[in-house]
């Protein structure tokens, strides 16, 4: 009976992360141009280069992928580096550090970076969110853009939006001509040749973000509330060892022993999960099953922070997390944890890196028990 509680918590936790580990470990992988693919397309490495055809949809993650071939449907994904020289005939929706079209892109092209650049076609629509976008190319659909800066050289057929940091500025070509509407958040003095727009619709200027005061941050509703943060993840820990001490204390274990590659794993877990089931939520017959596997992925974001509680007091009171002494490493553990992720500026960065150790963590220990 204790067996099967341990699986059911496992396959609860870990869904995701099993389909993730279908595809095999990272490597990479080349698509000659000889080659077609008349089936879904999903694939994981350090570096995909499509070079052929794929008939239907793209599902890629990657460090860097370059498609220098054919996309007949969407392409979706994350990777550190995205270069589009061939066609995607879909849409093209995907988050990178850099993503460079050169090539086309027939439907709508939504996406993230710290920087796009589009020198080549983009068919549709573009709504992106970028610290440096750069347009090169004439674009007669729409734009929706969020950023730091813009740097704006061809015409655009449609509506421009931009909603830019007040500290950030946009530079247009002279002359340069807008089909539809202007609606703009920068002051025109961030805005290089504004008075020489040619907009055919009307100008609009959005009201302005009111920045962040970090002073406020630590008052007294803000403590209260890491106070409830700190007893929930507490008597969360004390559950977990009192219903299952044998896999937390496996799994606070594995975080000891390497986190450098629990990290590893937990960061494509981190990113694919909730992909997945977005895209299970696009379809009719996918959307319960997409909204139970963003359930589960909300609920592990939050429970994987127990077992890396434990292994960080654990090794700060220089216990065995595998024996029986877990009180004061946990006390310790929450206690350092909750005020790492609570920290300005810098806490949501740890707060991603706690919960992707522990997420690398199950999928590990999942692997384990699957062999």
């Keep these: 009976?204790?067996?099967f509680w341990l699986i059911l918590i496992l396959i609860v936790l870990c869904l995701p992360a099993v389909t993730l580990a279908s595809y095999g470990e990272m490597e990479n992988v080349f698509i000659p141009k000889e080659q077609v693919i008349s089936y879904n397309f999903f694939k994981t490495g350090e570096t995909v280069d499509i070079s052929g055809t794929l008939q239907k949809d793209a599902y890629i993650l990657a460090e860097t992928v370059v498609v220098d071939g054919v996309i007949e449907g969407d392409l979706i994904g994350a990777a550190e580096n995205l270069t589009i020289n061939g066609t995607v005939k879909g849409n093209l929706r995907f988050l990178a550090g850099k993503i460079v079209i050169t090539g086309e892109v027939r439907k709508n092209f939504t996406g993230a970076g710290e920087s796009v650049i589009v020198s080549g076609t983009v068919g549709q629509d573009i709504m992106v969110g970028a610290n440096k976008f750069d347009l090169q190319s004439e674009h007669q659909g729409d734009i929706n853009l969020f950023g730091v800066s813009a740097k704006l050289d061809q015409n655009i057929g449609g509506?421009?939006?931009?909603?830019?940091?007040p500290k950030g500025s946009v530079e247009f070509a002279e002359g340069l001509s807008v089909g539809g509407n202007l609606e703009y958040s920068p002051t025109?003095?961030?805005?290089?040749?504004?008075?020489?727009?040619?907009?055919?619709?009307?100008?609009?200027?959005?009201?302005?973000?009111?920045?962040?005061?970090?002073?406020?941050t630590f008052?007294?509703?803000?403590?209260?509330?890491?106070?409830?943060?700190?007893?929930?993840?507490l008597v969360l820990a004390m559950v977990m060892i009192r219903v299952m001490k044998k896999i937390t204390m496996l799994l606070a274990a594995?975080?000891?022993?390497?986190?450098?590659?629990?990290?590893?794993?937990?960061f494509w877990w981190l990113i694919f999960t909730p992909m997945v089931s977005l895209l299970l939520m696009a379809t009719m017959v996918g959307m319960p099953l997409g909204l139970i596997a963003m359930g589960l992925y909300l609920i592990a974001f939050y429970v994987v922070k127990?077992?890396?509680?434990?292994?960080?007091?654990?090794?700060?009171?220089?216990?065995?997390?595998?024996?029986n002494k877990l009180f004061w490493p946990m006390i310790l553990g929450v206690f350092i944890v909750v005020v790492a992720i609570s920290l300005p500026f810098v806490g949501f960065l740890i707060n991603l890196i706690i919960s992707t150790a522990g997420f690398g963590a199950l999928y590990l220990i999942f692997k384990g028990v699957l062999k």
Aim: with cysteine.
């Design 1 to 3: 009976m204790k067996k």
């Design 188 to 216: 025109r003095k961030t805005m290089v040749n504004f008075d020489s727009l040619q907009i055919t619709g009307q100008t609009k200027q959005l009201s302005q973000q009111v920045s962040v005061d970090w002073r406020k």
């Design 219 to 233: 008052d007294y509703l803000y403590i209260f509330g890491r106070l409830f943060y700190f007893f929930g993840l």
């Design 254 to 266: 594995t975080v000891s022993k390497d986190p450098l590659k629990c990290f590893n794993h937990g």
């Design 306 to 323: 127990v077992f890396v509680a434990l292994a960080i007091g654990a090794l700060i009171l220089k216990e065995d997390v595998k024996n």
């Design 159 to 165: 509506n421009l939006f931009l909603h830019i940091d």
